[in-house]
């Protein structure tokens, strides 16, 4: 018998990482989504609060896709990440995930689950590893159907069909894409390891050469670390104040407290958009996506539901916010057993977590 998500429960770090997930893949249909009327129109299932949050499929067309204006030509056929992809690129409409399931991640995402595997199977970190890791599954057929690759892997295989080494195809990428392996770092070598933010550091830098986002990728592992280890008290571990405690330089009291009154204030279906499309961005960048993903996780800690939906209809970048959102909820909040249940993943991680 497989087991099921839910059997990795009681590992507050296994769960942050479970919770990462569940927000990817909630927010995947409406990755991307601009124009949230349209997303309402699109996904009015998802923005009635009435209805349990779950997971839906995407639908085409994708009013706000800009893949008709992306571009990426493979330097030579061995190093080509696009493959039977690329055909969409430069196609109006286009859904950037529109051959993913319901309930599947996004790239980043499973690649984080690939990280988690790795982490699990050796007891340590190699980036040497890991890096031979990711090339394989990059350039593997078939290994992922997702339409949309981000720049940081199109600069990266760029770079290494040019002859670098794989240590060195890294960029200075801006984008909070690079936080998704951060539940995994924590959950595969646990909060307790005594190298763990100097390792997040160094992962999050094979393709994020930016200091901001480097930044960040600390600020979330000290609060996962904080939140997850179950040997503090109750009170060191409270989300908020780990949240304006380890990324103060992000969110401070009085900033959370007056976005958290324009969000009381704001119109449904989603109020948070007061504050995520209003005052913050909802884009990709690290400077306002990361304050946006702290602030929902601190609006909405002890209920991961609330939260996810928030986060998914705030729409922009917010597979990516998923990291931080989902994570952080879930670390000190239960996921609904319909989530793990539907969740494609799940199963994969129960498994590593006890094979």
Not at 81 to 96: K, M, N, P
Not at 289 to 309: E, Q, T
């Amino acid at each position: 018998m497989i087991p099921s998500a839910s059997h990795v429960e009681g590992d507050p770090s296994l769960t942050a990482l479970l919770g990462s997930l569940v927000a990817d893949a909630v927010a995947m249909p409406v990755h991307w989504y601009y124009d949230r009327a349209a997303l309402d129109r699109d996904y009015p299932v998802l923005a009635d609060p009435r209805v349990p949050l779950g997971y839906l499929p995407p639908h085409a067309p994708h009013p706000d896709s800009i893949l008709w204006r992306s571009q990426w030509t493979a330097p030579d056929a061995k190093h080509d990440i696009l493959r039977d992809q690329a055909r969409f690129w430069g196609v109006r409409g286009v859904h950037y995930h529109q051959f993913l399931a319901t309930g599947e991640n996004t790239l980043n995402f499973q690649l984080a689950v690939e990280l988690f595997a790795l982490l699990r199977h050796d007891r340590d970190y190699d980036p040497e590893r890991w890096l031979d890791r990711y090339v394989a599954f990059m350039l593997e057929p078939g290994r992922h159907h997702d339409t949309y690759v981000e720049e940081c892997h199109r600069h990266f295989f760029t770079n290494l069909a040019a002859g670098r080494k794989p240590i060195s195809c890294g960029v200075r990428d801006v984008h909070i894409g690079g936080l998704a392996h951060v539940p995994a770092l924590v959950a595969g070598l646990g909060p307790r390891h005594p190298d763990l933010r100097r390792i997040v550091r160094l992962h999050v830098s094979l393709t994020h050469k930016d200091d901001e986002v480097l930044a960040a990728a600390d600020a979330l592992a000290r609060i996962l670390i904080r939140v997850t280890r179950d040997d503090r008290p109750d009170a060191d571990r409270d989300l908020r104040a780990a949240i304006l405690d380890e990324a103060g330089d992000w969110v401070s009291a009085a900033k959370a407290a007056a976005w958290d009154a324009r969000a009381a204030a704001g119109p449904p279906p989603c109020p948070d958009r007061a504050v995520v499309g209003s005052v913050l961005s909802p884009a990709c960048y690290i400077e306002e996506a990361f304050p946006a993903a702290l602030f929902l996780a601190w609006r909405h800690a002890g209920d991961f539901a609330a939260g996810a939906r928030a986060n998914a209809l705030c729409g922009g970048d917010n597979c990516h916010r998923g990291a931080v959102v989902g994570s952080l909820l879930a670390a000190r909040s239960s996921i609904p057993h319909p989530l793990l249940a539907g969740l494609r993943e799940g199963a994969t991680i129960a498994k590593i977590a006890h094979p």
